[in-house]
């Protein structure tokens, strides 16, 4: 049996903040109203002309540093991105390029707010194939720039950041040993950027409607987004017969605070057990699990259960069951 484990964590935010106290400056909110609802301080924000390429080759070479590898030999980079530099070239692409990864094959996928969940288990299969030995597999967006910051109900939610995970191969029972993968495309209508693609192409009416930022009936999102992420994580510690005392940490997607507490509650796990940075990145939306490892690694201990949890646009959602392959505090 071969398995795909992470053998090493990057990651990269920017310096620039926009706090809660800036954010009243610009739209009709405060610090309390931010708090109270989303539980974000402040997010990251990338400035002076750079794209998400920019934090995700960032990310690349902290991981590939870190870990010692040489660029030559990574066989794939794989991108979870909903805001890419360009509709074409992939960011993947230029990532793999702007680190060396010059043998790697490299592609974007795209399933928002759950990216990185669809992305862990597509590097992983490349590993579980046994074609494959080493793929790179980065995660991240720049929210700030699909961002109407008119619109006081999304607005304070989102930041940029981007996290970066190795995959090799292993023989013993560590990895990623379980996934589960939903999508339910009736939520179209209450989350998504409405013009753009070819179901709705840029024009002067489309950018004066700021229709090329995120749209988002936010009670519709919460309500599904509450339930399904959380149930979604109890399936998985089910299946895979694990007990809440079994359960080292929960990585749940970084959307609002009170959607990641009732994940929690739903699992029985204290919140020193859950990894949370939301208010100081805010939503960063395939970065924020990555960027969670990133932070935490130091405290990971080879054989720690760990569930990663997300949901997003789409509606997409899912669940990963992780066995952690090495002590965070050596790296």
């Not at 540093?65 to 066989?75: H, R, W, Y």
């Not at 605070?257 to 029985?268: C, F, K, N, S």
């Not at 569930?307 to 090495?326: E, N, V």
Request: aromatic share 8%.
């Amino acid at each position: 049996m071969i398995n795909a484990v992470i053998t090493g964590v990057g990651g990269y935010v920017p310096e620039d903040k926009l706090t809660n106290d800036d954010l009243s400056k610009i739209v009709d909110t405060t610090d309390e109203w931010i708090m109270s609802r989303a539980g974000i301080k402040e997010r990251r924000v990338l400035k002076g002309g750079k794209a998400t390429s920019y934090m995700a080759v960032k990310a690349v070479n902290e991981l590939i540093s870190k870990t010692g590898i040489e660029p030559e030999s990574v066989e794939g980079v794989i991108c979870a991105t909903s805001t890419g530099d360009y509709h074409f070239p992939t960011t993947a692409s230029i990532t793999a390029y702007q680190t060396g990864c010059k043998n790697a094959f490299a592609f974007d996928v795209q399933a928002a707010c759950s990216g990185f969940i669809y992305l862990l288990e597509t590097a992983a299969n490349y590993i579980r194939s046994g074609r494959y030995k080493r793929i790179i597999a980065v995660a991240g967006d720049m929210m700030t720039a699909i961002t109407n910051y008119t619109d006081r109900s999304t607005c304070p939610l989102f930041g940029d950041g981007c996290g970066a995970v190795l995959l090799e191969p292993t023989s013993n029972s560590i990895g990623i040993l379980d996934s589960i993968l939903r999508t339910d495309g009736s939520g179209l209508p209450f989350l998504k950027m409405k013009s753009g693609g070819t179901a709705s192409m840029p024009s002067y009416e489309s950018i004066d409607n700021h229709e090329h930022t995120v749209y988002q009936e936010g009670k519709a999102v919460f309500k599904r987004a509450v339930v399904e992420m959380a149930d979604v994580a109890a399936e998985i510690v089910e299946r895979n017969g694990l007990k809440k005392e079994n359960i080292d940490w929960i990585v749940p997607h970084q959307a609002n605070l009170r959607i990641i507490d009732a994940a929690a509650r739903r699992l029985e796990v204290p919140t020193d057990k859950v990894m949370i940075n939301i208010q100081r990145y805010g939503n960063t939306s395939s970065g924020s699990i990555p960027l969670c490892l990133w932070e935490w690694e130091s405290k990971l201990r080879r054989g720690d259960n760990l569930i990663l949890a997300a949901f997003g646009a789409g509606f997409t959602w899912g669940a990963t069951y992780i066995k952690w392959g090495y002590d965070g505090s050596d790296t």
